[in-house]
């Protein structure tokens, strides 16, 4: 599984974004099956989860500073996982990273539980 990451730039505070995680599959796996999840990087900090969407897309899964602003959706038609970030804070500048699971298993916020990941997409949002 190969996933590529676009959507990022440079925002002002209160602002948004859509970041979308287009996947590439070899013939006989399918996007479907796969949770989905976004995680992200600060300059100096460790890599952390985000948000998290089921293969069926019916579960999902946020970190509590992105909740109620951020949203993860799925578009199994199209290979493709998205995140709407809204109201963005200086404190969500850093790169953005999507990651495809383990097939048929539930979401997770774990980095363990992800075995595919894309190149990231830097948000950088300016007070």
């Known amino acids: 599984v190969q996933l590529q990451a676009s959507g990022g730039g440079l925002v002002q505070a209160g602002g948004s974004l859509r970041l979308s995680c287009e996947a590439s599959?070899?013939?006989?796996?399918?996007?479907?099956?796969?949770?989905m999840g976004w995680f992200r990087q600060a300059p100096g900090k460790e890599r952390e989860f985000v948000a998290a969407?089921?293969?069926?897309?019916?579960?999902?899964r946020y970190a509590d500073s992105v909740n109620s602003r951020f949203t993860i959706s799925r578009d199994n038609a199209k290979n493709t996982v998205y995140l709407q970030v809204n109201s963005l804070k200086p404190e969500d500048t850093a790169v953005y990273y999507c990651?495809?699971?383990?097939?048929?298993?539930?979401?997770?916020?774990?980095?363990?539980?992800?075995?595919?990941w894309g190149q990231g997409t830097l948000v950088t949002v300016s007070s």
């Open positions: 969407i089921s293969y069926s897309g019916g579960t999902r």
């Open positions: 599959l070899r013939s006989g796996r399918i996007f479907s099956n796969y949770p």
């Open positions: 990651a495809a699971g383990r097939p048929l298993l539930g979401v997770s916020s774990s980095i363990r539980d992800y075995d595919y």
